[in-house]
């Protein structure tokens, strides 16, 4: 957008920040609140990608605020805490105390606690498919839908798109490698269904799913693995692989054309689960 002078949207949305409880401490939250909003709106979770590792609330900016602009939601985006400092379940307990933050101070955040989301990208979609996943267990009323933005979907890093595309960038097999050596405590944490939700045997019952997947990534033979997974649970899936873009490729609509098409696609489909 620099180096082409491309200047950057008006922002259609209000943010604040705040800090929230979780086990041990407290993170931070971002909320995105689409301008002149009135009425009680629908609301989306959101967790940034990064492995679990890397990355912050900033980083993921855009895609937040694309689906609040786009979708007329009041987006919650989570700064879960990170690796190496916190290990696995760390993020994951954090993501579905974020969830649970959000449906407690719904009337406050001028959310429908009946139309609430999770939403999430790389690892992020991980922990928005695991929230799905964790609410059940726990008996905490389900997310109306799920938007799985290229998710980390297994621990084993021998999938056709692991094979054809092993040194991608800006993700590819050793860094993810990396990123499993600094979330896990031990490769036998891999095989929970929280992190290899292809393990995963109770999927019945979850919320409706938009899985988004990128051609040129490692992940996208676990994404589609797990969609059709879901789907063959009972779950109503829509699934689509955008080709010649990458891992990453989401937020990036002011520049990107399969980014701003995947981001309307994603819209779509929270607004037919918020009806």
């Keep these: 957008m620099k180096n082409f002078r491309i200047p950057a949207p008006t922002p259609l949305v209000d943010t604040t920040g705040q800090r929230i409880p979780v086990a041990g401490g407290t993170i931070r939250v971002r909320i995105y609140t689409p301008k002149n909003a009135t009425a009680s709106m629908p609301g989306i979770v959101y967790y940034q990608g990064g492995g679990w590792v890397i990355a912050n609330l900033n980083t993921y900016d855009p ?3 694309a689906l609040a602009e786009q979708t007329g939601a009041v987006v919650v985006s989570v700064q ?10 760390t993020a994951h307990n954090d993501a579905f105390a974020a969830y649970r933050w959000v449906r407690d101070n719904a009337a406050t955040l001028n959310i429908n606690a009946q139309r609430i989301a999770v939403a999430g990208e790389s690892a992020g979609g991980n922990l928005a498919a695991s929230v799905c996943m964790m609410a059940k267990t726990a008996s905490v009323p389900l997310p109306v839908h799920q938007l799985l933005v290229y998710p980390i979907a297994r621990y084993d890093m021998n999938t056709p798109s692991y ?4 040194a991608a960038k800006p993700l590819s097999k050793p860094l993810m490698q990396w990123f499993f050596d600094k979330y896990l405590n031990t490769p036998a944490d891999g095989a929970s269904p929280l992190i290899s939700l292809t393990n995963a045997t109770n999927l019945q019952g979850l919320p409706p799913a938009t899985v988004i997947n990128a051609e ?7 994404g589609q693995e797990y969609a059709a997974k879901l789907k063959a649970a009972g779950v109503s899936v829509t699934t689509k692989v955008y080709e010649g873009v990458t891992h990453e490729f989401f937020g990036m609509a002011t520049v990107v054309p399969e980014a701003k098409d995947a981001q309307a696609f994603a819209a779509t489909e929270l607004k037919k689960s918020f009806q």
Excluded at 80 to 89: G, L, N, T
Excluded at 163 to 166: G, I, K, L, V
């Design 63 to 65: 895609s937040a605020r």
């Design 80 to 89: 879960y805490r990170k690796a190496p400092e916190f290990k696995y379940p």
């Design 163 to 166: 094979t054809q595309y092993a």
């Design 216 to 222: 040129i990534d490692p992940l996208q033979s676990e």
